[in-house]
């Protein structure tokens, strides 16, 4: 069973920056494919970024490219969501997610999901 438990969100004004970490247990990291996931109020949960397992590509939302960058480290089995020039739009809890599918965007593809993080960004 794999876990998976998010840090570092926030309040921040827009134009600013926020760095999400992901932390994962009880797999093998390396193998699960990662993406970030956002459920703003009243609005569906939508696909963020995604990294394959092993590094071997990255994807992002069309609203969120160009600001944000996932990463992730094996070693330390964190993926990470680096999110500058924050906008109030991207206002949402943020989650980050697992799948042993190769690539994939949407969320019924991911098996296992952290509680998420809340991300508020002020006018």
């Known amino acids: 069973q794999v876990q998976l438990v998010e840090s570092g969100g926030g309040l921040v004004q827009a134009g600013g920056s926020l760095r999400l970490s992901c932390a994962a247990s009880?797999?093998?990291?390396?193998?699960?494919?990662m993406g970030w996931f956002r459920q703003a109020p009243g609005k569906e949960r939508e696909f963020v970024s995604v990294?394959?397992?092993?590094?071997?590509?990255?994807d992002y939302a069309d609203s969120v490219k160009g600001r944000f960058t996932i990463s992730r480290d094996n070693g330390r089995n964190t993926v990470n969501l680096q999110m500058n020039s924050l906008k109030p739009e991207d206002t949402a809890v943020y989650y980050c997610?697992?799948?042993?599918?190769?690539?994939?965007?949407?969320?019924?593809?991911?098996?296992?999901w952290g509680q998420g993080t809340q991300v508020t960004v002020s006018s």
């Open positions: 997610a697992a799948t042993q599918v190769t690539w994939s965007t949407a969320p019924s593809q991911y098996k296992y």
């Open positions: 009880g797999g093998t990291f390396s193998a699960f494919t």
């Open positions: 990294i394959r397992r092993n590094n071997l590509g990255t």
